[in-house]
């Protein structure tokens, strides 16, 4: 199994710029998220889903879009790129299941706004 | 909403001692507390967690211990070695599918040889 992976490893945008951070699992998982880490920030929630179909917002959802059409796939949409989104975005999953909620992250995209 | 505290933000030890890392929540419905260990440009990796029902778990060099009535939870690492240098997450959840992590702000490990 890969696990989870994440495309690109590293992007460069302009102020305005629109971009999909891709995320795919190969684990039957049915809950993924989307975390930006920022320095002394810790990781903090953009969205989530708990299935295909559904998502929902976390703590920074401002500026992002997601959508889940597929158990294996969540991307995360930046519609107008802005200097503050500069961050390192990880995407994690988890089976959900009876006592399984560890979280399975992506090796994260490094993501500069200039 | 949960929010997570995590001291200290740095800490320095000499090898073959040991390190103790705090965190504590404010929800007391959050009953599920993971340890993640990241190390220099590498992803989160879980190293341990807890359950509310549980008030002490090992793993060989590594402890976790949760007071559910003053609201933390430690993290012990004893007899460390240089490849414990990392950066360690506390999360708080609560135990069930569709389940939130709140993430501490981080702890930066060095262990001095």
């Known amino acids: 199994n890969a696990g989870v992976t994440q495309t690109p490893k590293f992007q460069v945008l302009k102020t305005g710029q629109s971009m999909t951070l891709q995320c795919a699992q190969d684990?039957?998982?049915?809950?993924m998220s989307w975390y930006r880490q920022d320095p002394g920030m810790g990781l903090r929630l953009i969205h989530y889903?708990?299935?295909?179909?559904?998502?929902d917002q976390g703590e920074v959802p401002n500026g992002y879009n997601v959508s889940r059409s597929t158990t294996e796939d969540f991307p995360l949409r930046l519609l107008s790129a802005a200097p503050s989104q500069t961050s390192v975005y990880f995407c994690?999953?988890?089976?959900?299941?009876?006592?399984?909620?560890?979280?399975?992250f992506g090796p994260g995209t490094r993501l500069t706004v200039t | 909403g949960e929010n997570v505290e995590q001291h200290p933000s740095t800490l320095s030890v000499q090898e073959g001692d040991s390190a103790v890392i705090k965190c504590t929540y404010s929800?007391?419905?959050?009953?599920?507390f993971p340890w993640y260990k990241q190390e220099l440009g590498k992803r989160p990796q879980l190293i341990i967690d807890?359950?509310?029902?549980?008030g002490e778990k090992k793993d060989q060099r590594i402890a976790v211990t949760l007071n559910k009535t003053a609201k933390h939870f430690s993290l012990h690492i004893t007899e460390t070695q240089p490849e414990d240098s990392a950066v360690y997450f506390c999360?708080?959840?609560?135990?069930?599918?569709?389940?939130?992590?709140?993430f501490g702000t981080g702890t930066s490990l060095t262990v001095i040889p």
């Open positions: 994690a999953s988890s089976d959900g299941g009876a006592g399984r909620y560890e979280q399975y």
């Open positions: 684990m039957n998982h049915e809950y």
């Open positions: 889903s708990v299935g295909a179909g559904i998502t």
């Open positions: 929800d007391s419905a959050s009953n599920y």
């Open positions: 807890i359950r509310s029902n549980v």
């Open positions: 999360a708080a959840s609560m135990d069930q599918p569709g389940n939130q992590f709140y």
